[in-house]
């Protein structure tokens, strides 16, 4: 799909999305560290960690509200939220008031916003793009993320720890400028009959709907059982910044990678795990666009299913190694598996979404990753019982799992297929 035939409100949001994409990732992988050295590291975990449930509840809800009320007006709510957010997160660093908790309220704040901003923007995608071009769109919004996962945390290094007060003000001008532009440039996209909402009812009836609402997605078995594998499978990619990094850290004598005359380059542990990140990070950014167009050449079934081995194999070769070019060709393989469903996953949930239902699908659909980034640290103190050969061995075999879950959700799934005559994907013929 060129860029031509692209519908307004996408062009309009990977532009605007982009840039304060790469202003976000300027300070959030700071924050934890800002955090512990206010308020220690055990007050800072616990206090992001509260912040991270009230996300995952506020995105159900986000889910819900961007069916009911529609796409445009929650992204313009929540864009913003969180341009206003950044005021009292500023001036917690301000030179004239250094509050860290004032600061924890605007960051807190801000993934509220997040929260609800996020399901209404992958609905709104599903909406207005045909179903054999979304796996290709959806990959050029990845493609966007991680674009700015690569460049963020190096231009943070600087500004945030050298020019923190003037950085944030200058995040929340942007992210004011976006608001502005979804405000007026934006269409609605949602089904109209899906909007109207009765402003008579009160809060409890309200709050029930939306129980009602949820309850039938919980009996779609498909749907669970995406979620169930995503979460297993989740528990391979999370340990990237966990259990790898502790593990090379740790374990991983310095190296020399090569010789040249009488110059060699050598890493220790510590540069090795920056190096592995910066190479997932680097062909993420490359390839998403490249890959997604590829896997779409088979079935779906079979680059689930695929993706969730390669993430099995990459990290148990990854927990069985001290050989640097090995622990690089193992993140090589981690990478494969990520981007064989980046741009499928969405895809496949806008279909099993009922259109007046996407927001509340793709909200339910990111429990794989809220549950599972709850879950992954656990295979931390794991190590401390059964060492990390074996701990690494575990998680491939979840991993495994996941895999077989893949398989049993797409058997479902076709045959439902077949007894309804919906979801007609070519990729599955």
């Not at 609605?188 to 939306?210: K, M, S």
């Amino acid at each position: 799909m060129k860029w031509k035939d692209w519908d307004l409100n996408l062009k309009i949001r990977l532009i605007g999305e982009g840039a304060t994409n790469l202003l976000f990732w300027m300070f959030f992988p700071f924050m934890s560290i800002y955090f512990s050295d206010a308020f220690g590291k055990g007050t800072a975990g616990a206090l992001l960690v509260l912040s991270q449930v009230i996300g995952v509840v506020v995105g159900l809800f986000g889910g819900y509200a961007a069916d009911h009320y529609g796409r445009k007006k929650m992204m313009v709510i929540a864009a913003y939220g969180q341009a206003f957010c950044f005021i009292p997160f500023a001036l917690g660093t301000s030179p004239w008031l250094d509050s860290a908790l004032l600061t924890y309220i605007g960051f807190s704040l801000l993934g509220f916003f997040g929260s609800l901003y996020w399901p209404a923007s992958q609905a709104m995608i599903a909406d207005v793009v045909d179903e054999k071009h979304r796996s290709a769109i959806f990959a050029v919004f990845y493609t966007a993320v991680n674009i700015a996962v690569v460049i963020g945390p190096v231009l943070g290094g600087i500004f945030f720890f050298s020019y923190r007060f003037p950085f944030l003000l200058t995040c929340g001008g942007v992210a004011l400028v976006l608001a502005v532009v979804l405000h007026r440039y934006l269409r609605e996209t949602a089904p109209a009959v899906e909007r109207a909402h009765d402003a008579n009812a009160g809060w409890i009836q309200y709050a029930v709907q939306q129980l009602h609402d949820y309850q039938v997605i919980t009996k779609d078995v498909i749907f669970l059982l995406f979620i169930v594998a995503g979460i297993l499978v989740a528990q391979t990619f999370m340990q990237l910044d966990l259990l790898m990094a502790v593990y090379v850290t740790d374990k991983l004598p310095e190296q020399t990678l090569f010789t040249i005359g009488d110059w060699s380059f050598s890493l220790n542990g510590k540069e090795a795990f920056s190096w592995v990140v910066s190479e997932n990070g680097l062909l993420v950014a490359l390839f998403t666009v490249f890959m997604t167009k590829w896997m779409t050449r088979y079935k779906e079934r079979n680059v689930f299913v695929m993706s969730a081995v390669f993430y099995g194999v990459g990290i148990f070769i990854y927990g069985h190694t001290l050989n640097i070019w090995i622990l690089f060709f193992a993140g090589a393989i981690f990478t494969a598996a990520e981007l064989m469903v980046a741009g499928l996953q969405n895809d496949f949930i806008s279909k099993l979404a009922p259109e007046h239902m996407r927001g509340q699908y793709f909200a339910a659909a990111s429990l794989r990753y809220s549950i599972g980034r709850t879950i992954a640290p656990l295979a931390i103190p794991m190590t401390a019982w059964i060492g990390y050969s074996w701990t690494f061995t575990l998680l491939a075999i979840v991993a495994f799992v996941g895999a077989a879950l893949y398989a049993l959700m797409f058997e479902l799934f076709e045959r439902k297929k077949r007894e309804t005559g919906e979801w007609k994907d070519a990729r599955s013929s």
